[in-house]
């Protein structure tokens, strides 16, 4: 009867507040990750960390080319002509036999080999000088920008935690005021009842030790 009276003066109350505590009973924080997982993470997936280390490979490939250019460089190339005919020539030699002499032989190789030593070039040396002081100033923006990056993990990975940190003493506070709030739907049912009521209740609860009695 207790029940019946606490359900139908109660109901949507009563059904918020057993919603609330099935969800604080059945809710499981996952467990966070590391934050070196996070600084890992966004120094492989970040776009502006990429482009930093973009333009660092991009200024080692031009100071090797600048520094390159000064070194002594060996150049080889080769022709091969085929010819239909062979271009020849008759010359007498005071025999009945004449000299034959080949101007233009059927098949023909052209090899040339040239060989650059730079002794003296000042353009190519600010030129180098250059490319190199642009790759430390990239190296130096990489290191920045990477920096700027994790110190943008770190702070929002320490708010999560913090707010994590202040979740599970609001979910007890709140598990607390559902249980007072529970305990008050209870205490007006129950000072709501009739005295018809409560004597009803009382013979309901005193009829099993009589017919214990009778056995």
Not at 24 to 33: D, H, M, N, V
Not at 70 to 89: D, M, R, V
Request: glycine residues 6%; without cysteine; charged residues 15%.
């Amino acid at each position: 009867l207790l029940i019946v009276a606490t359900v139908r003066t109660n109901t949507a109350a009563t059904a918020m507040v057993l919603g609330v505590l099935l969800g604080l009973g059945s809710g499981r924080e996952a467990q966070a990750q590391p934050l070196g997982a996070f600084l890992a993470s966004a120094d492989q997936a970040n776009l502006e960390v990429q482009q930093a280390a973009l333009a660092v490979s991009r200024g080692e490939a031009d100071v090797g080319q600048r520094y390159g250019s000064l070194l002594p460089s060996l150049t080889a190339s080769g022709i091969w002509t085929h010819n239909q005919y062979e271009a020849t020539l008759s010359l007498p030699n005071g025999t009945k036999t004449p000299t034959e002499v080949v101007i233009t032989p059927r098949n023909q190789l052209d090899a040339t080999l040239k060989l650059e030593v730079p002794l003296i070039d000042v353009s190519k040396w600010f030129q180098a000088a250059v490319s190199r002081e642009a790759l430390l100033a990239s190296e130096a923006r990489q290191e920045a920008t990477r920096d700027r990056i994790h110190r943008q993990v770190v702070v929002a990975y320490y708010a999560h935690a913090g707010a994590r940190a202040v979740l599970l003493p609001a979910r007890f506070l709140l598990f607390s005021l559902s249980i007072l709030f529970l305990s008050l739907l209870l205490s007006l049912s129950i000072s709501s009842l009739s005295p018809h009521s409560l004597s009803s209740l009382s013979l309901l609860s005193m009829r099993p030790s009589l017919q214990l009695a009778g056995a």
